[in-house]
């Protein structure tokens, strides 16, 4: 096991409601990654935060955004969810913004309705 | 064009068959590159990195052609347990302060008794 921990396991909102999904980093680890996992797609990368600061974004819209915590455990929130928002939701942790090797977990699985 | 392309598969292949992955990625100034792999619905795992001189791991082989923009996996002697998802992962190098991963959308193996 990975030691990262992400919660709620599995999630079912309808189109319009908001939504947290948090995420636990490995012990040590200062920096989260969040990543989007549409079906039969690879991961597809949010955003970054290294230090409870944002440090770099992929291509999603301003209703996707986040927080890190000075624990250095995160939460990613969605606002006026869309149907395509259904997706597996992955975090990773590292230890620094450009460390190689990032720890995934096991990932919150959001139906939108 | 996606920045990593993979064949999707799915690859059917008899217990104890060689098998092997391509993938190409589009920005050549990319500087790290990895296979992954995911079982389903769990999250995915680093497998090996992968480097000019090659690397191997057991059964495992990949390879990186930086002139051809292009990485390989070869499986030898295919298990059951390896059927899962294999991903192509580029790290790209763009002069910015993260390490996002970007992950082609994955090959489907299926290891068959």
């Known amino acids: 096991e990975t030691g990262v921990t992400q919660s709620p396991t599995h999630l079912i909102k309808t189109r319009g409601q908001q939504v947290t999904l948090r995420c636990s980093s490995q012990?040590?680890?200062?920096?989260v990654s969040w990543y989007q996992q549409a079906l039969g797609q690879g991961p597809q990368f949010i955003f970054q935060y290294y230090r409870e600061e944002e440090n770099g974004r992929g291509n999603f819209p301003p209703r996707f955004s986040g927080l890190q915590f000075p624990n250095y455990s995160s939460e990613l929130n969605v606002n006026a969810l869309e149907l395509d928002d259904s997706a597996l939701y992955l975090c990773?942790?590292?230890?620094?913004?450009?460390?190689?090797?990032?720890?995934f977990g096991p990932g919150t699985r959001l139906t939108v309705t | 064009r996606k920045e990593v392309e993979q064949d999707p598969g799915p690859f059917n292949v008899p217990e104890g068959a060689t098998v092997a992955f391509n993938c190409t990625y589009s920005?050549?100034?990319?500087?790290?590159f990895f296979w992954y792999r995911q079982d389903c619905r769990k999250e995915p795992k680093l497998l090996m990195s992968v480097y000019s001189s090659g690397n191997e791991d057991g059964r495992f082989t990949a390879q990186l052609n930086r002139a051809s923009q292009y990485i390989s996996l070869l499986i030898r002697d295919s298990k059951l347990s390896d059927s899962a998802t294999y991903l192509c992962?580029?790290?790209?190098?763009?002069?910015?302060?993260?390490?996002?991963?970007?992950f082609g959308t994955g090959t489907l193996l299926a290891v068959q008794p």
């Open positions: 992962v580029v790290i790209p190098n763009y002069g910015g302060a993260t390490n996002k991963l970007i």
């Open positions: 012990s040590g680890h200062n920096t």
């Open positions: 990773a942790s590292s230890l620094g913004q450009r460390s190689y090797e990032q720890y």
């Open positions: 920005n050549s100034a990319s500087q790290s």
